[in-house]
């Protein structure tokens, strides 16, 4: 069975701050790799993927993987109070790539 | 606007009783999944279909069924629901470059069993 870790916080950081949201994953077989951004009583939505090590940036967003370590974070940088959620890391694999989800961090930016 | 549309928002069953959440996409995406979420547990998948007339178990498909009626339509069916059933359930779909674009989420159900 797969599994994916994430420190399930909350993660407190004050307004214009970098949070750092990690994430460990346990087959070193998986390729793929995505962030969810889920705030409280809506869906998940997809805000940043990687699939090679290194880093990914996407505006204030960057992604992280290091495939050796079996290890993927996000970092966010000039934190702001509408960052505020629950982050979700998934990953990929099998043949129809089912995606196996971490049980999310929550995130409080305070003003 | 393009997406997944899961109906209905909201539904109160008893015990035992029946009911089919019903989800549909037009991104002519072949993959689609159901999920379940539950507080502390995370999103656990129940059943997934690669491609049109395809289905597979998840992790968690026990008290459930599926119907791949179309490209665009993949229904769950609880046949005699349980409070255990109690839960949100989200609807996705991913293209074809999966690997870049993961999936696409529904708003999802939120379902009480009493």
């Known amino acids: 069975q797969k599994e994916v870790e994430q420190n399930s916080g909350p993660l407190s950081v004050p307004e214009g701050a970098i949070a750092s949201l990690n994430c460990t994953y346990s087959?070193?077989?998986?390729?793929?790799f995505f962030w969810y951004r889920q705030y409280s009583g809506k869906s998940p939505e997809l805000i940043m993927s990687i699939y090679s090590n290194g880093d990914k940036e996407d505006g204030r967003f960057t992604a992280q993987l290091n495939k050796a370590s079996q290890y993927v974070s996000l970092l966010i940088r000039d934190s702001q109070p509408s960052d505020s959620a629950t982050y979700l890391c998934a990953d990929s694999g099998g043949s129809n790539y089912k995606l196996t989800f971490g049980k999310g961090t929550l995130l409080t930016v305070n003003p | 606007n393009a997406g997944v549309t899961q109906t209905p928002k909201f539904q109160v069953l008893k015990t035992g009783q029946s009911m089919t959440l019903q989800c549909a996409q037009d991104?002519?995406?072949?993959?689609m999944y159901w999920y379940r979420q539950d507080p502390g547990m995370g999103l656990r998948l129940i059943y997934y279909?690669?491609?049109?007339?395809?289905?597979d178990k998840g992790e968690v498909p026990n008290g459930y069924n599926v119907s791949r009626l179309n490209k665009r339509e993949f229904s769950l069916r609880l046949e005699s629901a349980a409070p255990s059933q109690t839960s949100v359930y989200f609807c996705a779909s991913r293209g074809d470059r999966a690997r870049d674009y993961g999936y696409t989420f529904g708003s999802g159900t939120r379902l009480t069993v009493v």
């Open positions: 279909s690669a491609s049109e007339g395809t289905t």
């Open positions: 991104m002519n995406h072949n993959s």
């Open positions: 087959d070193r077989g998986s390729q793929s």
